[in-house]
């Protein structure tokens, strides 16, 4: 199953709801190509939806980094939800959760953003 995106607005956060695989080649440049969009939109809180992901190779989470920095370099901030299975474990396996904030409630995931502009 090819990866896809679909971005839909929570309040002022763009919620991108990733299914499929997040592989080399397609998957990979659909993130990269979402992201790139969105801060082109001017959108710059973004909360990526795992939860229908079944897969991410290492080109997968290449992206994921590089996402983080583009919205990190454009003054936003990037957030992961519902990781589970086995992309949950490779991002444990390689520490990524160390750099995204990681949610099972897209609630809280959506009060984390609020939370933090007002700290």
């Keep these: 199953m090819s990866c896809k995106a679909a971005v839909r607005q ?3 956060i763009a919620v ?7 592989t080399l080649g ?23 939806n795992l939860q229908e992901v079944t897969y991410m190779d290492s080109a ?17 901030r990037i957030k992961l939800l519902n990781a589970q299975g086995r992309v949950s474990e490779v991002l444990t396996i390689t520490k ?8 099972t409630e897209e609630a809280a995931a959506a009060a984390s953003f ?4 007002g700290a």
């Design 96 to 103: 990524l959760y160390t750099v995204f904030e990681n949610f």
């Design 16 to 22: 991108v709801d990733l299914s499929g695989r997040i």
């Design 26 to 48: 397609d998957g990979s440049g659909l993130v990269r190509n979402t992201i790139k969009d969105l801060l082109n939109q001017g959108r710059k809180d973004i909360l990526l």
């Design 60 to 76: 997968g989470l290449g992206e994921l980094v590089g996402a983080y920095a583009s919205v990190t370099n454009a003054g936003g």
């Design 114 to 117: 609020t939370a933090a502009a």
């Design 10 to 12: 929570a309040g002022n």
